[in-house]
């Protein structure tokens, strides 16, 4: 891979970021866009009901399909797929009620 189609690839990652960001802000949660040290796009997703319950979320392609990724490398959904994403995200932010 050339240093163009990873500068390609970063702003493309960074672009689904972006608009999954702004889906789960309107969902109340806390986002920020980012960078890990490496320079891979990242999304600091965080409860604002329970500012501990955090994750950090990817956006890679595998062969010709973009996907949201945990940090703990498995898949979320499909980046065309953002209300599926929204709502696995959201759901692993927000804390159990008790019974």
Do not use: C, K, Y
Not at 3 to 24: I, P, Q
């Amino acid at each position: 891979m050339t240093t163009t189609d990873r500068v390609a690839n970063a702003t493309t990652a960074a672009t689904h970021l972006r608009e999954l960001g702004e889906l789960l802000q309107a969902q109340g949660l806390h986002v920020r866009v980012g960078e890990t040290p490496g320079g891979l796009p990242q999304l600091i997703v965080i409860s604002t009901t329970v500012p501990t319950l955090s994750e950090v979320i990817f956006a890679t392609q595998r062969e010709e399909n973009w996907w949201f990724w945990w940090s703990w490398a498995e898949r979320i959904a499909p980046v065309d797929d953002m209300p599926t994403a929204v709502t696995r995200i959201r759901d692993m932010l927000t804390p159990a009620r008790p019974r």
